[in-house]
């Protein structure tokens, strides 16, 4: 058997059996990059009468909530994560009626929408920063933001040795001779969260977005709003390497956890179902951790699952510990494979049909845990990284200014297909704003569509089943208990249901574990003992 569905099928997502315990807590949520997803006007370039248009993909994949990526008014120095007005649609994007109309259309479908929101810096086009150049050194606007003299004769050399996450020093000298921090590119000022207006202005803008009716926030760079006293210098180059590994005075600092607090008071005004989830890379999980205390954000990525080699021990390793880490505080853990800012996990995992075939046992692996996980678009295409982009058409400042954090974005926001035989394969109108490969029309939605062996009907089948099947997914359905198995091969158990991954490169036999209900490649049973694929991954009945 393969991919066949035997679970009844559910009529329709009310049927949830964690609604009142907290929507999130096993949530699938399905990330938008606006750019990307779906062109309404021809410009070559995503926007929201796009995605609106294209809501009943979402519907139908069976996902329950879509995190929007930033749509506002930005110069588009990193991709709208350089935010000038964080009230007004970009009109690359449309306008606010259109994310009105596109909130009101995702709820009347049964999605949530989360969007994003960028607080730890601005773009350097943001009336705030334009005030704060416009001043003399240690003018009050400039007070809002990190401006410093430099160090050395005349003070040319940069207040420390901090480094951009893009590459270069975090540092940029301004008018009057005073240097700016910027943890990202220069274009991306970093905000003083010790300033009250900050914090106010940041409250407003949430209530701002609450009150147009979204059900959450995704909150950008949450582990940076606070920087250790001083600024100190860290004394060792390659910083992008440490994050996510090691403490550093920039990030993950503790003065984060009461912006947080802060956050959650006024989220919770609303009723108790809006959430906010931290893009939080901290060194351990246990730090994670603490971005999910109950008085904290509902979610936080877990990133130690995402940047996981394909080795089934490490991954054992890292869902015990993440599991740990959450069920300490109570809250539960965000599974994640991919995301706008990394290589695509096909070709993480080495690309091709092996690539392939276990990035489609690792989404059955991720959907299997308890916990929530997100879904980048076009993963459930199974899409790889683009990775012989020209550098003229690249747009990542990443790209721009050296090897960063994220090594080179642009190949994992390619605008994605959705018919048709060559590019834009439906994405819009016309043009793509980066350019699509010439082979990709076998990945379309369309193409995908029917085809019972193609990833697309792999996630929607998977998500059909894990809304069934409670011991799929829900936290509260019970524990993850680990069962004896070969080397290389993963086996666990939950109520009613069992999870194998065979992560070897080559056929492993077993005593069949229960009646197979899902797979990422074809299982053979006899009813007693099973022959597990290489790069697999099967879901049991029990
Ligand atoms: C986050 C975003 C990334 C952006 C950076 C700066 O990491 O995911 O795309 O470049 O923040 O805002």
Request: glycine residues 10%; proline residues 9%.
């Amino acid at each position: 058997m393969t991919h066949e569905l035997t679970a009844p099928r559910l009529a329709s997502a009310s049927s949830k059996t964690t609604e009142s315990v907290g929507w999130w807590r096993d949530a699938v949520i399905y990330q938008v990059y606006v750019r990307s997803f779906a062109d309404s006007d021809g410009d070559g370039v995503g926007d929201l009468r796009g995605v609106r248009s294209r809501l009943p993909h979402l519907a139908r994949l069976g996902v329950d909530a879509v995190w929007l990526t930033p749509f506002y008014v930005s110069p588009q120095a990193d991709g709208g994560y350089d935010v000038a007005d964080y009230r007004t649609v970009d009109p690359l994007f449309g306008d606010l009626s259109d994310a009105d109309e596109l909130v009101r259309a995702a709820h009347a479908l049964g999605l949530r929408v989360i969007v994003d929101v960028v607080p730890n810096h601005t773009s350097d086009r943001h009336p705030w920063f334009r005030e704060a150049l416009a001043e003399p050194p240690g003018g009050p606007a400039r007070a809002r933001y990190h401006f410093r003299p430099g160090r050395g004769p005349g003070g040319m050399l940069p207040p420390n040795d901090w480094e951009s996450v893009f590459g270069g020093p975090a540092w940029t000298r301004a008018a009057g001779g005073e240097w700016y921090l910027h943890l990202f590119a220069p274009q991306q000022p970093d905000l003083n969260w010790e300033h009250p207006e900050v914090a106010e202005e940041f409250a407003s803008v949430l209530r701002f977005w609450l009150d147009l009716g979204v059900d959450g926030f995704r909150v950008d760079v949450a582990h940076g709003m606070v920087k250790a006293p001083g600024l100190p210098d860290i004394g060792r180059g390659a910083q992008a390497t440490l994050i996510g590994t090691e403490p550093l005075p920039f990030f993950d600092q503790d003065g984060v956890h009461d912006i947080h607090r802060s956050w959650r008071r006024l989220l919770d005004e609303y009723g108790g179902d809006r959430i906010g989830v931290a893009e939080a890379w901290a060194p351990t999980s246990e730090r994670l951790a603490l971005y999910v205390r109950p008085d904290e954000l509902h979610q936080a990525f877990n990133f130690r699952f995402l940047t996981c080699p394909w080795d089934p021990a490490l991954m054992r390793t890292v869902i015990d510990e993440s599991l740990a880490a959450t069920a300490a505080v109570g809250a539960t853990t965000t599974w994640v494979l991919s995301n706008h800012d990394v290589v695509r996990h096909v070709t993480r995992y080495g690309g091709g049909a092996q690539g392939l075939a276990r990035a489609r046992a690792a989404a059955l692996l991720m959907l299997a845990l308890p916990g929530s996980a997100y879904v980048y678009q076009g993963e459930e295409l199974g899409l790889p990284e683009v990775a012989d982009l020209p550098a003229e058409v690249r747009q990542d400042p990443a790209f721009l200014r050296t090897a960063g954090q994220d090594g080179l974005r642009d190949g994992c926001r390619i605008p994605l297909p959705w018919s048709g035989q060559e590019p834009p394969y439906g994405f819009g109108p016309a043009g793509t704003w980066l350019p699509q490969p010439r082979d990709w029309a076998g990945l379309s939605v369309a193409a995908q569509t029917g085809d019972p062996h193609s990833t697309l009907e792999l996630y929607r089948a998977a998500l059909e089943l894990r809304r069934a099947l409670p011991g799929l997914g829900s936290p509260d359905a019970g524990p993850l208990v680990w069962q004896p198995s070969p080397e290389g091969v993963l086996l666990f158990t939950r109520p009613g249901f069992a999870c194998t991954l065979n992560g070897r490169g080559t056929v492993v036999e077993l005593p069949s574990p229960g009646r197979p209900v899902l797979s990422s490649a074809p299982v053979e049973t006899d009813g007693r003992s099973v022959r597990l694929p290489q790069d697999s991954c099967t879901w049991w009945a029990l």
